[in-house]
């Protein structure tokens, strides 16, 4: 998958999982599409190593549904580190 195109999944995997997620979460498109790309790293990463699913074709759904699990993870625990530091 071509740069463009995994930007492109990691910006709309991290809107649908901070979508998914309950509450308000802070940052705005930019943290958004960093955070998605890491996320969709993430969950490449992991589904690659448990589950043998890569990221490899952008319109694959295995690819959609590693890439949002692994934002959500990647989302939940920037909230958990801000919130965090808002407290202290």
Known sequence: ???IAFLILGLIAGAIAKALLPGRQ???WVITLVLGVVGA???????????????????SLQTWIVA???SIVVLLVYGMITKRGARA
Not at 41 to 59: M, Q, R, T
């Open 1 to 3: 998958m071509g740069i």
């Open 26 to 28: 802070g940052g705005g």
């Open 41 to 59: 790293l993430l969950g490449g990463f992991i589904g690659g190593a448990l589950f043998n699913v890569p990221l490899e074709n952008f319109w």
């Open 68 to 70: 949002i699990l692994g």
